[in-house]
């Protein structure tokens, strides 16, 4: 199956820093990456979807400005938690699409943020 | 929003035993599919069901759907210990869109 690879698998970080968060799809191009959150034992919540060359659609309630996405190639979309805080630990999660047809997602392996 | 809701919530059997989790959901679909999470890791992609077929296998995973009901069940037969993980179903509307899961079920089995 497709491959793609998120990095890193965890993050320890003082409040009011930044954390970037980067999702490769190895095997395939991806135009389109989605960014989950998942809190836990809960399920994954939809934050962004993250289009190649153009601006990421964001979720209601997501703050864009908080959740900086960059697209800027065909296999790499990152993440960035800007002045991260207690309340953005939680565990992030993206994923790709190879096939539109069928809309199989593969996963990265997701990302634990912790904000001290 | 979260469309699937899956029951239970957890699940524990003994390795051997048979696992049925459920879903259910709210609005049309596209497809309807299971994935698979291990702790602290990313989802496994399952199984897919469109929404004009009724039952799939694979391997030791049986899917049905009834969309008239906006259901859907994922059977694991003869359980096995790696099995444990949670489980969750996710839908898609008509068309290519996101996708919405539900709040998964946690399956443990026990040697």
């Known amino acids: 199956g497709a491959v793609v690879s998120q990095h890193p698998s965890r993050v320890i970080c003082k409040s009011g820093t930044s954390v970037k968060i980067e999702c490769r799809s190895l095997d395939f191009q991806a135009t389109t990456m989605f960014w989950y959150r998942q809190f836990p034992k809960q399920s994954l919540m939809l934050m962004a979807t993250s289009n190649e060359g153009s601006k990421a659609t964001y979720e209601q309630g997501v703050e864009k400005d908080k959740f900086l996405i960059n697209h800027a190639s065909l296999t790499l979309s990152t993440l960035t938690v800007t002045s991260a805080h207690p309340e953005d630990s939680s565990f992030y999660i993206c994923?790709?699409?190879?096939?539109?047809?069928?809309?199989?997602?593969?996963f990265g392996a997701g990302t634990r943020l912790s904000v001290l | 929003s979260q469309q699937g809701e899956e029951d239970p919530q957890a699940l524990s059997i003994q390795e051997g035993e048979n696992a049925t989790m459920n879903c259910s959901y709210k609005?049309?679909?596209?497809?309807l599919q299971w994935y698979r999470q291990n702790s602290g890791r990313g989802l496994v992609h399952l199984i897919l069901i469109r929404s004009n077929e009724r039952e799939k296998h694979s391997g030791r995973l049986r899917v049905t759907l009834d969309t008239s009901k906006k259901s859907s069940s994922l059977l694991i037969t003869a359980s096995r210990a790696a099995d444990t993980a949670s489980y969750f179903c996710?839908?898609?509307?008509?068309?290519?869109?996101?996708?919405?899961f539900g709040k998964g079920t946690m399956l443990l089995v026990s040697p």
């Open positions: 609005t049309s679909i596209n497809n």
């Open positions: 994923s790709s699409g190879r096939d539109l047809a069928k809309n199989i997602q593969y």
């Open positions: 996710a839908t898609d509307g008509s068309g290519y869109s996101t996708l919405t």
